[in-house]
């Protein structure tokens, strides 16, 4: 199975509701990032999964039919949940736990919004990152590095990041993964040695800032147990939107994440 063309994909975008959960999603295929898969055609498929470069076994789904995810996911290898609506979440747990023969659960994936003043915070560690960090950052854990442009430097460019620098090193950073007309979507993580010391915070509002400055609403999405990652979004004045869900297969979190069956013969 490959990915749709080029074409095929930008209109897929076109077609999804503008929306804090499909801002990412949006941003990543009019980017020309990820591979998205169809079960139909757009910009009304029976089922589409997107798979993006940075979350590779996290794949986002759409469709009203479970049984025609399934068929895509079938043939797509590494993942080990995915997202998808609320509302789509049980039926696609039923399926994916019969054609596996293994046990699913769901777990929440909330969305906030920040539509009014931000919270200013400021440490004397974090600042605003641009091109001229480029070494600074590609030199920093995975885990710390933006996502959502083509690489690291456009990333730096054409996107928002602030991080806390200490000791030559980046150890926390917060930056902009997608963006459509109305939303951009901010998110990153701190290194744990300096957890806790407020530096997402900082980064976060210094982001958060800066797209609300452009005119957009800042997204920030967390998985329901990351308390840490919910008083971040808090604390710079973001609040409770709404919530996608994670179809989670526990078996196949092995190495490797989902293996699909060679064709026989």
């Known amino acids: 199975m490959e990915p749709v063309d080029v074409a095929t994909a930008s209109a897929f975008a076109d077609s999804l509701e503008e929306d804090p959960t499909s801002c990412t999603a949006q941003s990543a295929l009019r980017r020309r990032l990820g591979a998205l898969y169809l079960r139909g055609r757009a910009p009304a498929p029976e089922a589409a999964v997107l798979v993006l470069p940075w979350v590779p076994s996290e ?14 996911l079938a043939e797509i290898r590494g993942w080990t949940c995915v997202n998808v609506a609320t509302t789509l979440a049980p039926r696609l747990a039923e399926v994916l736990a019969a054609r596996l023969g293994a046990s699913t659960r769901l777990y929440a994936d909330l969305y906030y919004t920040l539509e009014g003043p931000v919270s200013p915070f400021e ?23 933006p996502v959502g442009f083509d690489s690291v430097l456009a990333a730096l460019e054409g996107g928002v ?20 007309e109305t939303f951009g979507e901010i998110g990153g993580a701190t290194l744990p040695d300096w957890r806790g010391a407020g530096l997402a915070t900082a980064a976060a509002s210094l982001v958060a800032r800066e797209l609300r400055a452009r005119g957009l609403v800042p997204v920030w999405s967390t998985g329901e147990e990351n308390r840490a990652s919910q008083k971040v979004a808090e604390k710079v004045g973001f609040r409770p939107w709404g919530r996608a869900a994670y179809v989670v297969v526990d078996r196949l979190r092995d190495p490797g994440g989902f293996q699909p069956t060679a064709p026989k013969g």
């Open 59 to 72: 794949p986002v789904a759409w469709g009203s039919d479970p049984i025609a995810i399934w068929e895509l």
């Open 123 to 145: 440490h004397p560690w974090v600042r605003r990152l641009t091109g001229a960090d480029l070494s600074l950052v590609e030199d920093a854990p995975r885990e710390i590095r």
């Open 161 to 180: 990041a602030g991080g806390a620098v200490t000791g030559g090193r980046l150890v926390a950073s917060i930056s902009l993964s997608g963006a459509t």
